[in-house]
């Protein structure tokens, strides 16, 4: 997909190309992003937030709105000759973003994106996102919302979360979609104190597309891996399986494999967690 398909301006800065929407961008929110490429100071109003080794993200707001501003850090090498046929990380965040939004997923919308190029390959790159102050990774919702001992009204109220949190990966899955980073933070959450939870998806630079229901088993063993893990004392071997029953519900299809699908997601979940915490193996 061409760049000028969505974002059909184009301006141009020292050595620097930034692409957006007419009707999505103005002054405000180039005047800042200028400023810090510029000078290679913090503004007074940005905060650092938290994040990879790979990119390096800021929230900041203009006239009560606010913005996250992620910079894509080159990763060696091999991130340049790869960007010089794919394009710039932050091209494919806007890109896969948007593919999300036609398939009906909801993420933040890129409202600018820029790279600045060495010898036609993308040297730095970077993203513009509206932020939403009421949404919330997942893990960090559950870290810090449900913290034990937990309440009869919590249990309740986790479980429900969790149930729709597998009913939206199932959903993902079955559309056909593979998320490049499903860690549970890449996934926000609003609106879960009702019980009624709006998931939204970011860091979707790596995602994959297939046909609908046609989604490939490693990239679904790959996903749910990635989700399963958590570990938190809040989150019981049950509640992985109610999640797991949720995520069938959108894969009925699934149905007649799914002890062995549950059986590879356990014990590769369990591999990788014992590479990193060695005294894991024996707990799960």
Known sequence: MDSSAKHVCVKKKNGWQFFYKKTACDEK?????????????????????????NSAVWKF??????????EYLKR????????????SRAYKAWQRGNELLERGFNTPEVLIYGSQSLLFSPRRSFALMKFHMQSIGL???????????????????????????????????SKGIFHGDLRLDNILVEG???????????????????????????CRLKNLVQVNMVILPQITFTDRLRFFMAYL????????????????????????????????????
């Open 139 to 173: 893990h960090t919702l559950l870290k810090n919302h449900f913290t034990m001992p937990l309440t009869p009204e919590k249990v309740q109220l986790k479980r429900s979360l969790l149930r729709s949190a597998g009913r939206f990966v199932g959903k993902m899955h």
């Open 61 to 70: 707001s203009v006239d009560d709105e606010w913005f996250v501003f992620k």
């Open 76 to 87: 060696g090498r091999f991130d340049t000759v790869t960007s010089l046929f794919t394009g």
């Open 192 to 218: 879960w104190e009702t019980g009624e939870p709006a998931f939204s998806l970011i860091d979707n630079e790596r995602n994959k597309y297939f046909n609908e229901k046609h989604i490939s088993n490693a």
């Open 29 to 53: 929110c180039f005047s800042p992003i200028q400023d810090f490429i510029d000078s290679g100071t913090q503004p007074g109003n940005w905060v650092r937030m938290t994040s990879s080794v």
């Open 249 to 284: 519900s959108e894969n009925p299809r699934l149905n007649a494999d799914a002890k062995n699908l549950a059986r590879r997601v356990h014990l590769k979940t369990k591999k990788r967690l014992s590479e990193k915490i060695p005294a894991i193996w024996e707990k799960l």
